[in-house]
């Protein structure tokens, strides 16, 4: 089957062959007729066959009558990530050349300015991201009751993502007429209810099995220590031996190794970028470019750039971490092995992750192969990890720098200057004079209590030590004058004295008033050297 044989307009066949495609992939030849008969549809189909030109060709068909509204986009399409949003107007620009559509993208990290620009002007395809739609529609900015058609494509990345509430409030400010075209690679029961809630008497098209991985690449497993420095040496093992290598993807489980394994790439002279959720949009573009254009040969994601990525000459694809959902596994090696080319898969394996293996090739249906000489059984016993987090003998990732503690960790720096002071002498108390040491203390002269000099450091009045203004020698004991005598204690105990008696106090007299002696403090006080305006009366009101 050709691509005249679907039922699209001139405009799009002329677009679709100076692209240079002739015949349409399984789901393309499925859904464009259904798409145009304004059917409602639900494909089911693997990453990397083709879905985004199975919506975009016949809506760019039925596009070219009409003409949009201010404000009133004519038809939506919802992607989970910014990259597949961007990656979607690419394809529209690709084939709508000879179409005059406004095409508007709604993403984060984007002035509202300039999107409200496009939206004023009359939008036709509005492309976006549910959070940063929801936020121009909260703010009354655009209006959703104008639209004809709803894509909502990955949905099952959507689900894992947190969107599915995002995208039933947006099916429900859109008109019940519409028609909806649901693309996903798995159904899972939240999709499955999503699915028959908002579409009506879909069309299924199922172009491969779920979560199926293609027949053109390669899958081999690799296994590795759980430490990191053996996971980072064991990918940049697998990246110098791999054959025909021409670009490819590393995928790790979280934002923070993705940068990490980023950094020791370049360490180690690899041309790599990277690729995560914390990125501002003006660097993820500018990293898809690289990768693109071949100026950086690696490219280190997370599953953020896992689905939907168009970048056909990918031709390996690195598992740094082995994905904890079975899903991510189908997705991330599909960015391989595209439109028929061949491609390999390596995924290294710790003794940790073997349950997430199982589950991968239950979903996939067959056992995945071992890399000759590979196999966690012949892992060698994990060495203690130094300190710093790199192996004992490893050289630091920092460079060839000198220091012979930086080239085998600082453990075995202190290894070797514990070599080099020996071993430490045990304490003293605890060891035993040998038998010739014996003999040179028994020889040696005792020093007497009166030939010690005196050790006290008090000073005199005139500036001079004790020890100095002492005699170096004490007389006998006998010379000394006696002390004198005291009475002999009593037996038992010593009891503490009685405090001598307190002196007996003077009598007191008891005071006694009597009206004929007056007290003198009673009398008035001499007022005749104050001056008179102090004895002059003062009269107080009464507040």
């Known amino acids: 089957m050709l691509f005249n044989e679907l039922g699209l307009s001139d405009k799009v066949l002329s677009a679709v062959a100076d692209a240079g495609y002739t015949e349409p992939t399984p789901i393309q030849a499925q859904a464009i007729p259904h798409v145009l008969a304004r059917r409602d ?12 030109a199975a919506f975009t060709l016949p809506m760019l068909t039925l596009l070219e009558q009409g003409r949009a ?79 004809e058609i709803l894509v909502i494509d990955e949905a099952d990345r959507m689900l894992d993502m947190g969107f599915i509430p995002d995208i039933e409030r947006v099916c429900k400010l859109v008109p019940f007429t519409r028609q909806t075209l649901f693309f996903s690679a798995t159904m899972p029961p939240e999709i499955q209810r999503l699915v028959a809630q908002f579409l009506s008497n879909p069309v299924q098209i199922e172009a491969s099995r779920p979560s199926s ?5 390669t899958q081999l497993l690799v296994a590795s220590a759980k430490e990191d420095y053996a996971k980072r040496d064991t990918l940049r093992r697998l990246i110098n031996e791999a054959e025909s290598l021409q670009n490819g993807i590393i995928f790790c489980n979280r934002k923070s190794e993705v940068a990490v394994v980023h950094k020791s790439l370049l360490r180690h002279g690899f041309k790599a ?8 949009q003006r660097s993820r573009m500018q990293a898809l470019d690289q990768f693109r254009t071949g100026e950086a040969t690696l490219l280190v994601a997370s599953d953020v750039a896992a689905r ?51 589950a991968i090739e239950k979903l996939i249906g067959k056992p995945i192969e071992w890399m000759e000489g590979s196999s ?42 514990g070599e080099r002071r020996g071993a430490r002498p045990a304490r003293r108390r605890d060891t035993e004079p ?19 000099p005196v050790r006290s450091r008090r000073r005199g009045k005139d500036g001079e030590t004790a020890a100095s203004a002492a005699p170096a020698t004490r007389e006998p004991r006998e010379a000394l004058e006696p002390r004198e005598q005291r009475p002999p204690r009593e037996r038992g105990r010593d009891k503490a004295p009685a405090p001598a008696a307190a002196p007996a106090r003077a009598p007191v007299t008891p005071l006694t008033h009597r009206r004929s002696e007056r007290n003198p403090a009673d009398e008035p006080a001499d007022t005749s050297h104050l001056p008179a305006f102090l004895l002059r009366p003062v009269k107080i009101k009464a507040g």
């Open 69 to 147: 509204r201010a404000r009133m986009p004519r038809t939506l399409i919802l992607e989970p990530t910014r990259e597949l949003a961007a990656q979607v107007e690419e394809n529209f620009v690709k084939y709508g050349k000879n179409h005059k559509l406004n095409v508007a993208l709604l993403i984060g990290g984007v002035s509202f300015g300039d999107q409200d620009a496009k939206l004023l002007r009359g939008v036709d395809v509005l492309i976006a991201t549910p959070g940063r739609l929801l936020d121009h529609v909260e703010r009354g900015r655009l209006l959703l009751s104008g639209i």
């Open 213 to 217: 991985t293609a027949s053109t690449i």
């Open 376 to 417: 966690l059984d012949a892992l060698p016993p994990a060495e203690p990890r130094a300190r710093g987090g790199r192996e004992r003998g490893e050289r630091s990732e920092r460079g060839e720098r000198g220091g012979r503690g930086r080239e085998t960790g600082r453990d075995s720096g202190r290894e070797e200057r």
């Open 41 to 52: 549809v639900l494909g089911l189909a693997q990453t990397g066959t083709g879905k985004t």
């Open 308 to 358: 939907g990525l168009d970048i056909p000459a990918v031709s390996h694809v690195f598992n740094y971490d082995t994905p904890h959902h079975a899903e991510d596994y189908v997705h991330r090696i599909g960015r391989t092995g595209r439109a028929g080319r061949a491609g390999a898969a390596f995924t290294i394996v710790t003794p940790a992750e073997t349950k997430s293996l199982a």
């Open 273 to 280: 970028v990277c690729l995560h959720g914390d990125m501002d």
């Open 434 to 452: 040998t038998p010739e040491a014996a003999e040179e203390i028994a020889a040696a002269p005792v020093e007497t209590a009166s030939e010690r």
